[in-house]
């Protein structure tokens, strides 16, 4: 199976930091790297999909990239919204696995 | 609109079964990729089985040979049925709709999620 490591397991910002968040898999998965974001007592939600596309109706605060075997989530300025937990996602193979998510706090 | 909404969670003994439905609205479930993730209390998410649009399947090892995904084209749904639960497959249980399609084609991406239903194996 294909292992996701994300860092930092948890962060805290203040509206308008700009964030970067890291996920590493521990094989070669070209650009199959989706993000997710999730808020308490909700179902995830697509914000990136293939490394560095941008889901329809996210805003444009959100972006992706790809180096080798490592993916970054960059949010360019934080709004109050997006505190949350967020989570990357190999689909390169089966089984799709996930980091274990980094909850981005209020500072 | 486009959702998904998932029913059938509650509680169960340890080694009963439970049935899972995800009812689909707004799209066919046999022309895409469906799957049930899986995330425990206070936990991360875990993918437990897919459905190809061809029909056949795949499963996570912590699952198989417990848990059976199909779906029924009548009704438009996706189930889940679990027998032989444990205390881990206590969960929040999402159905989740997997595939983009793009100027590159169809990637595979959870794009639509329902909202979850939860299952409490405990005696």
């Known amino acids: 199976d294909i292992q996701m490591t994300q860092s930092p397991s948890s962060l805290s910002a203040s509206v308008g930091d700009r964030v970067t968040i890291t996920c590493r898999a521990s094989?070669?998965?070209?650009?199959?790297l989706n993000w997710y974001q999730q808020k308490p007592g909700k179902a995830p939600n697509l914000l990136i999909y293939?490394?560095?596309s941008l889901q329809s109706g996210v805003p444009s605060r959100f972006s992706g990239s790809e180096s080798g075997t490592d993916f970054t989530l960059t949010i360019s300025s934080l709004q109050p919204e997006d505190f949350a937990i967020y989570y990357c996602?190999?689909?390169?193979?089966?089984?799709?696995?996930f980091g274990q998510g980094t909850k981005l706090e209020i500072k | 609109e486009v959702q998904l909404v998932e029913s059938g969670g509650g509680l169960i003994q340890p080694g009963g079964s439970l049935r899972l439905s995800c009812a689909a609205s707004?799209?066919?479930?046999?022309?895409?990729?469906m799957s049930w993730i899986r995330q425990a209390p206070g936990k991360g998410l875990e993918w437990v089985a897919v459905?190809?649009?061809?029909?056949?399947?795949d499963y996570a090892d912590s699952v198989k040979g417990r848990f059976t995904i199909s779906r029924d084209h009548s009704k438009n749904t996706l189930s889940l049925q679990m027998d032989r639960l444990r205390a881990d497959d206590t969960a929040v249980y999402y159905c989740?709709?997997?595939?983009?399609?793009?100027?590159?084609?169809?990637?595979?991406?959870?794009?639509?999620w329902g909202q979850g239903t939860m299952v409490t194996v405990s005696s």
């Open positions: 989740a709709r997997d595939g983009i399609l793009s100027a590159a084609g169809r990637l595979d991406a959870f794009d639509i």
């Open positions: 707004g799209f066919i479930v046999i022309n895409n990729y």
């Open positions: 459905m190809y649009s061809g029909g056949t399947t």
């Open positions: 094989q070669s998965i070209s650009t199959f």
């Open positions: 293939a490394a560095s």
């Open positions: 996602q190999q689909s390169y193979s089966i089984p799709y696995t």
